[in-house]
């Protein structure tokens, strides 16, 4: 079968395939030498990006709204309230990147094929041959950032599932200052941890959304559709919006398609933080080291720069959380309470030094953590020793 060659091929033109192209612009790498393929065929409003804006991104135009300060409570607990200036919560609706990203591309001549599906994708030594659902491309580098491949679910233990609502109401309700981040003293079900998040829009407009660190995947949602109206209560009120998401919570690295022309990137690459589900800012990060790399000529990093430490400190929380989710939802309110809120927003976005990591260990129950420690231990040797 004849190929079509091509020179840059991303695949999926999702968050990470979009943000590397930005990327790959800025970097001076001319758009004519990419190809995105992705089997949807519109953008809306699937997802809203949230996080602490602790590093610089190109995509600071399209942030909505900003909170100086957030809440926390724990099950049966007071409200912990903190805020610094310097690193405030951002909201980013999705079709505002999806609408940027696509003008830009298009403006650059990047080729962006929707209604195209990737199907195997094979490195002859030469070039990456991926079969697509328009023919056959053969490109110079692929980066790839289809859903990862195989059954995770023996290596996943814990899975963040949760369904969102933003909501209009016909009364003032909301405390539009401060995000709550997570409200664990809600209804708790038995399995994991269940809390809300209420960003705060105006006094009557709020996305309000019902979260679970689960072993358990979400099922039919009734769950989070029964937690969303009892934390609306006889509230009158108006559905502006809907979302829902299943992130898993790992530390192990998901099954990629990694060869020397073959790289992955976004979720597959392993960029959500396994503790939080933070990708964003990862994912930004990632493509501008990977544009930079390409427009040196240097060879390419395989996967996230996120250091051992984290990933360790990460595999013990996780541990920690799914052995006790709630004493685990005690010890992160317990973090915020704890630890200078610049260095918490910090620490949910990994950019601490070794020595605030040490800090924030220290603000952790130290026997229980050190009891996840030794249990996650046998895990980490099995993973450094060959297959
Ligand atoms: C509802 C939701 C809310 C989230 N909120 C946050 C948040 O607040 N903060 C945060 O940091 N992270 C958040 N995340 C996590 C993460 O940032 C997002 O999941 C992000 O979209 C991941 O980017 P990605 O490119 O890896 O995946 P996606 O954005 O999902 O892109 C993958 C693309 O691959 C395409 N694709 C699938 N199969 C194929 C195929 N066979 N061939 C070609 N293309 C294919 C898909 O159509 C899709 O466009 C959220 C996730 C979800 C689901």
């Not at 001549?109 to 094979?122: E, N, P, Q, T």
């Not at 192990?252 to 960029?271: F, K, Q, Y």
């Not at 996780?318 to 309110?333: F, G, I, K, T």
């Not at 249990?375 to 980490?380: D, K, L, N």
């Amino acid at each position: 079968m004849n190929a079509e060659r091509v020179e840059l091929a991303i695949v999926g033109a999702g968050c990470a395939g979009l943000s590397l192209a930005w990327h790959l612009l800025d970097a001076g790498i001319d758009g004519r030498r990419m190809v995105l393929i992705d089997p949807r065929t519109s953008y809306e409003r699937d997802r809203t990006w949230c996080f602490f804006e602790v590093w610089p991104h190109p995509f600071e135009h399209l942030v909505t709204h900003r909170w100086e300060r957030w809440r926390v409570r724990a099950p049966g607990g007071p409200w912990v309230e903190r805020g610094d200036p310097e690193v405030p919560y951002a909201h980013l609706p999705a079709d505002a990147f999806y609408g940027s990203v696509r003008a830009r591309l298009a403006a650059a001549g990047v080729s962006l094929r929707l209604g195209v599906r990737a199907g195997a994708i094979d490195d002859d030594g030469r070039a990456a041959r991926l079969e697509t659902s328009a023919g056959l491309l053969e490109a110079t580098l692929v980066f790839d950032s289809r859903p990862p491949l195989g059954d995770r679910s023996r290596e996943v233990s814990l899975l963040q599932h949760f369904e969102g609502w933003e909501v209009l109401l016909e009364e003032d309700r909301f405390e539009p200052r401060s995000a709550i981040l997570m409200d664990f003293d809600v209804p708790q079900t038995g399995r994991g941890a269940h809390f809300l998040y209420v960003l705060p829009f105006e006094r009557r407009r709020a996305l309000v959304e019902a979260t679970w660190f689960s072993p358990d995947p979400p099922g039919d949602w009734t769950l989070h559709r029964e937690s969303l109206r009892r934390y609306l209560g006889s509230a009158r009120c108006s559905l502006v919006h809907r979302e829902r998401g299943v992130i898993p919570m790992t530390t192990e690295p998901a099954a990629t398609r990694w060869s020397p022309r073959i790289v992955p990137i976004g979720l597959a690459g392993g960029l959500a933080k396994p503790s939080t589900g933070y990708a964003f800012l990862d994912i930004q990060r990632h493509s501008a080291a990977l544009a930079e790399d390409l427009a040196a000529g240097r060879p390419l990093a395989p996967r996230s720069r996120r250091s051992w430490l984290s990933h360790l400190q990460d595999d013990v929380f996780l541990e920690y959380l799914s052995r006790d989710p709630p004493a685990a939802a005690v010890a992160m309110v317990g973090l915020f309470e704890r630890l200078a809120p610049d260095l918490t927003a910090r620490f949910l976005h990994d950019r601490v030094s070794p020595r605030e990591r040490v800090g924030v260990m220290r603000a952790m129950p130290i026997a229980a953590m050190t009891g996840a420690l030794l249990r996650a231990t046998p895990r980490w040797i099995r993973r450094k020793m060959p297959a």
